[in-house]
């Protein structure tokens, strides 16, 4: 069974169209990254997977229950206690952070998992200082996201959306806002989230690191997916659109 | 009449003052949160008349929206407004800051980058949960130095009931210099009123500060 399953999604923003009928799978275990233009599609395609947008066509479902669907213009997006369920199964890690300035790093990552998901304080204080460790930030439990850099807050974001136990995590092009130096650290530590078998969808301009990471990846275009594969069959299938793509970034 | 007499009668005003400012804010600040959600409410004609009710509070002057609340009920429905004008005072006054807290509140809450709400859903939290913890602090630190200037005016806008001859520090203030033919309970009442916002602005700085373990 597919952990992520996306069938036939469309997504239109004010009658322009974003997602034209894309189909995704994403089983457990697995990395795929999501590669392309600007405006290709690619953050819409994740913002649809996690319900911050809602889809216009198609049927999104995780572990085989149906989150959300549309059929004859009929919207249905599951609701209350399901909901909270089906929610808790993934994260997502926003391109600008998002943490919340008025908390310290220790309470962005410990508050969800102490009101929303009510785990005892003790065990999810243990935890995220594991988290923080596991991103090199052990001496910033204290610190507020404006002490920090970019790249530490986005660390700070991962370990935040991994205390929630997620079963697949999402991120939304992780080092965009980042400068080229601190790009690497933020790199590095998904990278050993690789290593630890978590289930992730990557939606990214860094190239290199999606061919070095990723089991599968999706090319999107126009709203398409216009190449699909391991990193060897994308980015060596001398695909014309690909290729003119990668040209850009001489990969 | 001695400058003793002056000043416990005109402490004896202030006292009142105080009473209608503390009361003033303590329905008006709540209040203007009502108002808020009644403003952006997807309930079109809460919205419209909400928007109407904000329009004519900011539109009409304060002194005005006193005599109205006071003399209307007797002027409309002959009812008794003997013993009726504190409350008169209180529902005029609260009435109208709470409009002017409204659209203080409804600047700083649209202020709060939409990423926010975004990550509190993506984490769990329910929509209240969202606001009471997410968003309503930061709003709080965003609207203080506005609603700092809203309580300085009001700490001014006090002396306005003397209009519905309320007896509080103004009043008292002119019946003396009318009485007395000096200008000096003026002085003396200028400056109750500059130590009072003194202490107030003061106040607001030390919350001010608290708050500013991060920007």
């Known amino acids: 069974m597919n952990l992520l399953e996306m069938k036939h999604i469309r997504k239109s923003f004010d009658g322009l169209e974003v997602l034209k009928d894309i189909s995704i799978s994403v089983k457990e275990g697995e990395i795929l990254s999501v590669i392309g233009p600007s405006g290709s599609g690619k953050s819409t395609l994740l913002r649809c997977a996690t319900m911050l947008e809602h889809i216009d066509g198609g049927e999104i479902s995780y572990l085989g229950e149906i989150a959300a669907s549309v059929k004859d213009g ?104 980042l400068d080229p130096e601190l790009t690497g650290e933020v790199l590095r530590v998904i990278k050993s989230l690789a290593d630890l078998k978590i289930t992730m969808v990557i939606v990214t301009h860094e190239m290199a690191f999606a061919r070095d990471i990723s089991d599968r990846i999706i090319f999107m275009d126009k709203g398409l997916v216009a190449l699909e594969g391991t990193p060897e069959e994308v980015f060596d299938a001398g695909h014309a659109r690909m290729q003119e793509f990668l040209g850009k970034f001489n990969v | 009449m001695s400058l003793n007499v002056m000043l416990r009668q005109l402490t004896m005003g202030f006292g009142q003052s105080c009473l209608i400012f503390a009361l003033t804010l303590l329905f008006s600040l709540p209040l203007g949160m009502v108002v808020y959600f009644g403003r952006v409410s997807r309930i079109k004609p809460v919205s ?55 659209e203080i509140y409804r600047s700083g809450i649209e202020s709060i980058p939409k990423g926010q709400y975004e990550a509190a ?53 002119k019946q003396i210099a009318a009485a007395q033919t000096t200008v000096l309970p003026f002085v003396i009442a200028g400056g109750f009123y500059y130590i009072f916002n003194f202490v107030v602005a003061w106040v607001m700085e030390l919350f001010e500060k608290k708050l500013n373990y991060y920007h």
């Not at chain 1, 391109?95 to 008025?102: A, E, I, V």
């Not at chain 2, 769990?124 to 700092?148: C, H, M």
């Open chain 1, 74 to 177: 009929k919207e249905l997006y599951v609701k209350g206690e399901k909901r909270k369920q089906i929610s808790s199964y993934f994260g997502l890690v926003f391109q600008n952070f998002n943490l919340f300035p008025h908390y310290s790093v220790m309470r962005n990552i410990t508050d969800a998992p102490i009101h929303v998901q009510k785990r005892a304080k003790a065990e999810v204080y243990a935890e995220a200082r594991a988290l923080l460790k596991k991103m090199g930030l052990e001496d910033k439990e204290d610190a507020y996201p404006c002490q920090l850099s970019g790249g530490q807050c986005q660390r700070v974001a991962i370990a935040r959306a991994l205390a929630l136990n997620p079963k697949i995590l999402f991120f939304d092009e992780p080092t965009s806002a």
């Open chain 2, 121 to 173: 859903q993506l984490l769990g939290y329910g929509k209240s949960q969202t606001f009471l913890k997410i968003i309503l602090p930061q709003v709080i630190k965003i609207v203080l130095p506005s609603v700092t200037n809203e309580v300085i005016t009001l700490v001014k806008d006090t002396s306005l009931v003397y209009s519905v001859s309320y007896i509080e520090m103004f009043a008292v203030a």
């Open chain 2, 48 to 102: 419209w008349l909400v928007k109407i009710y904000i329009s004519i509070m900011r539109g009409t002057p304060l002194m005005l929206q006193l005599l109205i609340w006071y003399f209307g009920p007797f002027y409309l429905w002959k009812m008794n407004i003997g013993g009726y004008k504190f409350t008169a005072i209180i529902l005029g006054c609260s009435l109208n800051y709470a409009a002017y807290f409204a």
